[in-house]
């Protein structure tokens, strides 16, 4: 089926729940940090219950790091008030420390200023941490306080059915649907070039954060403080964030279900050098990393997007997987958009739909080894030079302009946003394209350029700005404190999450040992 007719199935009578029962979460991380701006080093407070086990709010790589994790909802509205209603009850437990806006980090002393994450007595919880104890000697510390938004999106199986009844498959509806996910991740991938300029908002880092390291940034002005390039989206996303040289050499197949679980379990297995150097244990016994191979565990891999389903107690994500087929996409592109109180507002998430529906409809041919090498090279070029009128990106063996090429994908888009306007009876979806629209056409009104102009007008460092947009962000969540009956559901949610974890601890029959080459 072409995306024209898919579009016109789903537009037609009665088809509107298929598009408004879209679900979706957000995972949003910040970190705690110290009035001045440096790395808050108190461990994850009590009130806000287990890291481990709270279904709300946890921590990232480092004890400072909290993630707050709304629950699905098809309701754009849901998803945003629960985001800001954790962000207040967090903000009421924190006593002076603030929440950092940005997604690049600023005031960071060296690896040993960064505490990483603890999640108690129990296997898992002592897994977790290893887990993160093993990332901090394979890439440093410095790179997982990088902070960001995951967004989470699915949709309704009974548009899986009705795109399987029209198309002449066959098969179970759930395979259909783990080909169409990953159809879907294929042009997301081609494509995440745009989320990039469109939505980027770290073009500038303070220098603690490259400390020691190659780059290629510049000062901001005279601020030598601050670095930037002037044409960055998203340094995050860029060499100087989640990247790995170890994992550039790992190509992971998106054409299929089978040939992804393939290429990750490999290197589960795979050996690698550097980290047998690192090894296992220390002279006292304490582990180092949970193994030397090119993973520790599937988390590891850095990916802009992820195929996901629902875990069960003991289940590994692959396990997952291969068992019950994809649930969800997670997308792991997205900034913080420091203009915004909760670092993702209604129109982003309207756009990201918009995007993600797009990349599900539209023909996704099979990825072969001359596109994969293609994909991060675009990603470079947006990240460091995006917002370039003159930039060029590679699509398939031509170089087109970054600007021609977003128009074409926005307009191609249209048909789909007009779609989900007429499920939701709104002008909301179109709307935000002819915003995304005018980024593309002015760079000065993408929020990378945003951030850096008011850098300049105001005379302001990296610090400075992002000090003074958390300190204002505070001031907003501050101002409208929970009801009563709000902060008892919180509080009983750290309650139970902390008796979770105690049980957790209470039932283990295994040594860690044994659990971990069990798992």
Not at 106 to 119: H, M
Not at 220 to 244: E, N
Not at 401 to 423: I, K, N, Q, Y
Request: a negative charge; charged letters at 25%; proline letters at 5%.
């Amino acid at each position: 089926m072409t995306l024209q007719s898919k579009l016109a199935l789903l537009s037609g009578s009665g088809k509107a729940p298929l598009l408004t029962g879209i679900t979706r979460g957000v995972e949003k991380e910040s970190l705690r940090v110290e009035p001045e701006g440096h790395l808050a080093k108190t461990p994850h407070p009590e009130t806000l219950g287990s890291a481990l086990t709270h279904p709300s709010i946890t921590t990232d790589y480092s004890e400072a790091l909290l993630e707050f994790i709304t629950a699905p909802s098809s309701s754009i509205d849901e998803v945003l008030d629960e985001l800001d209603e954790i962000h207040r009850f967090t903000y009421q437990q924190i006593d002076s420390e603030l929440l950092w806006v940005s997604s690049m980090p600023c005031q960071l002393g060296d690896d040993s200023s960064i505490p990483v994450g603890k999640y108690g007595s129990s296997n898992i919880g002592k897994m977790k941490q290893i887990y993160r104890v093993g990332l901090g000697h394979r890439y440093g510390r410095l790179m997982q306080t990088i902070a960001g938004i995951h967004y989470n999106f699915s949709v309704p199986d009974a548009l899986w059915e009705e795109l399987q009844t029209n198309s002449g498959d066959n098969g179970s509806l759930q395979d259909f649907k783990t080909d169409g996910y990953f159809a879907l991740i294929r042009n997301f991938r081609r494509y995440s070039w745009l989320l990039l300029y469109l939505l980027g908002a770290a073009p500038a880092v303070c220098k603690s954060f490259v400390r020691g390291r190659d780059h290629q940034l510049q000062p901001v002005g005279d601020d030598s403080h601050s670095l930037y390039t002037p044409y960055a989206t998203s340094l995050r996303m860029g060499d100087l964030g989640y990247q790995s040289n170890a994992q550039s050499s790992l190509t992971v197949c998106y054409n299929d279900l089978e040939q992804y679980v393939r290429t990750l379990s490999s290197a589960l297995k795979r050996p690698y050098p550097a980290y047998d150097k690192i090894g296992l244990k220390d002279e006292k016994g304490n582990y180092k990393q949970l193994n030397t191979a090119l993973l520790q565990i599937e988390n590891e891999f850095y990916s802009s997007i992820r195929p996901k389903r629902t875990a069960h107690a003991g289940e590994t994500p692959l396990t997952a997987l291969v068992d019950g087929g994809v649930e969800y996409v997670e997308v792991r592109c997205i900034d913080l958009n420091p203009l915004l109180p909760c670092g993702i507002d209604a129109p982003t998430i309207r756009f990201l739909d918009t995007f993600l529906l797009f990349c599900l409809l539209q023909d996704s041919p099979e990825t072969n080894n001359a596109e994969y090498a293609r994909i991060p090279e675009n990603v470079i070029r947006t990240v460091y030079q995006g917002r370039d009128p003159d930039v060029m990106l590679l699509r398939g063996e031509e170089e087109i302009a970054l600007r021609d090429w977003g128009t074409s994908l926005l307009e191609a888009m249209s048909p789909v946003a007009e779609l989900l306007d007429a499920a939701h009876q709104s002008d909301n979806y179109r709307d935000v394209l002819t915003q995304m629209r005018g980024r593309l056409a002015d760079d000065q009104t993408t929020p990378a350029a945003t951030l850096l102009q008011e850098m300049v007008d105001r005379q302001e460092t990296y610090y400075s700005m992002a000090m003074r947009k958390t300190c204002e962000h505070r001031q907003y969540f501050n101002d409208r404190p929970l009801t009563d009956d709000s902060i008892a559901k919180y509080q009983q949610l750290a309650r139970q999450s902390q008796q979770q974890q105690a049980e957790l601890e209470a039932s283990d029959s295994l040594s860690f040992e044994e659990f971990l080459n069990a798992y």
